[in-house]
């Protein structure tokens, strides 16, 4: 996990909270950045957070994923020397990565509508309904797949957004000294933003909780080009938790399963079993 999944989520908690301060990570080179609060993180440790150390669970909702397709090469590697072509062989049906797809409300019922699924090769497909013709495009979402009005090309990118209805979750717990340089034009506007920023850390938030260590003095300070501003800095003891998406399977990529078995009637006589395939929709 990066460090920066932890400072951005943060960076517009405060942002929201602060009209017309600018909060982020970048320190400001001219006058027209001020004010701002300038967010660093120092000293971190990361642990996952969990029960025997096992943090994965279960979400449902609307999980918002994209991917960009090969079309010279539309394969995805299953790993293990396996793979799996993405595209029909007529070239106008593409097998989502991550299987079965729901709206960007969660519900998987279509008519499903651009901000639900999208697809562009330079040149954005129109969502539709019905059977898509031209450069329309229609999604299955029981089976994953997105059916195109026309061939797609042997060549370039396909860039695709959809939305996955159930997926796993890592929580990591984040540790760490978290710094916030404040810059102003003047001694009270630095004064005054410092103390806004640490009543919005002080706001509840279930996910990020900051204890305040340090309270520096208002100081004379130099943007680039020798203009003088005035800064001040404080410093949090900050304890945050982030859950990552964990996507372990892909229901639409996995078409066959190979099945064997052993029944006993009565207990301990194995009868004989011959093996059988589970196709998606029906069982030979």
């Not at 932890?6 to 301060?21: F, H, I, K, M, W």
């Not at 967010?39 to 994209?66: C, E, F, K, N």
């Not at 929580?171 to 009543?199: C, F, I, K, W, Y």
């Amino acid at each position: 996990m990066t460090l920066y999944r932890v400072l951005d989520p943060l960076a517009a908690r405060l942002s929201a909270g602060l009209v017309g301060v600018r909060v982020d990570d970048v320190a400001p080179v001219v006058i027209g950045d001020l004010p701002c609060a300038v967010l660093s993180l120092d000293a971190a440790t990361q642990t996952l957070a969990g029960v025997g150390r096992v943090p994965r669970g279960t979400r449902i909702g609307a999980l918002r994923l994209s991917a960009t397709i090969d079309l010279a090469n539309p394969v995805l590697d299953l790993g293990d020397g396996e793979s799996l072509n993405l595209l029909s062989a007529d070239r106008r049906t593409l097998t989502l990565p991550h299987g079965p797809v729901v709206r960007a409300d969660g519900t998987p019922d279509p008519p499903f509508a651009p901000g639900d699924v999208s697809a562009d090769d330079g040149t954005p497909f129109t969502v539709v309904s019905g059977a898509p013709t031209g450069r329309q495009v229609q999604a299955d979402p029981r089976e994953g797949t997105l059916l195109f009005g026309v061939p797609l090309g042997t060549t370039g990118d396909l860039e695709v957004t959809y939305h996955v209805g159930q997926w796993d979750v890592v929580t990591t717990r984040v540790q760490g000294t978290l710094g916030v340089e404040v810059l102003a034009d003047s001694p009270n506007q630095a004064a005054d933003t410092s103390r806004a920023v640490a009543t919005a850390l002080a706001g509840t938030d279930a996910a990020t909780r900051a204890t305040p260590l340090s309270w520096g003095a208002v100081r004379h300070s130099l943007l680039p080009g020798e203009v003088a501003i005035r800064s001040q800095t404080t410093t949090y003891h900050l304890d945050a938790e982030l859950e990552e998406p964990v996507l372990t399977s892909g229901g639409g990529v996995i078409s066959q399963v190979a099945v064997t078995g052993a029944f006993a009637d009565p207990p301990g006589i194995p009868l004989p079993i011959e093996p059988f395939t589970v196709t998606r929709g029906a069982t030979t």
